[in-house]
């Protein structure tokens, strides 16, 4: 008897210790970087006032998918003068998401890139390459 109010018990225990807890966690940047992200607009911040130039049709399938393992494969699409959209070449780099997650360090065989991350959240990803110097807004 008392092997079963024990096992009831342990049972009433672990139940009560819902996993809803992990749920309402919060998701990390790094889990909310892990994704593919569509083209919203560019923000060119070298103008004063800055401009601001929103992604047509065609350029809004440009994407940066940031995979887990350290990999962002970029490919750009853009018009070809006319009326056609070009898809253009798909280039993979590996970044380096920064400790304190507000920074990403995308390098290539020939240079490095900090872009910083100037909002983040479920559907909407804001970067900022000062060296360029433009903000860079995308969506899933």
Do not use: R
Not at 11 to 40: G, H, I, R
């Amino acid at each position: 008897m008392k092997k079963l109010i024990l096992l009831c018990s342990a049972f009433l225990l672990m139940q009560s210790c819902s996993k809803d807890d992990k749920d309402n966690d919060e998701p990390t940047v790094a889990e909310l970087l892990a994704n593919k992200w569509f083209l919203v607009e560019v923000e060119n911040t070298s103008t004063d006032p800055s401009t601001i130039t929103l992604a047509d049709e065609c350029s809004q399938k440009t994407y940066y998918n940031f995979l887990n393992d350290g990999t962002l494969i970029v490919q750009g699409f853009g018009f070809d003068g006319g009326d056609t959209c070009k898809t253009g070449e798909i280039n993979g780099y590996t970044y380096i998401l920064s400790a304190d997650g507000k920074q990403i360090i995308v390098k290539s065989e020939t240079s490095t890139e900090f872009l910083v991350i100037n909002a983040i959240s479920s559907g909407s990803l804001t970067l900022h390459n000062s060296d360029i110097p433009l903000t860079i807004t995308f969506k899933k």
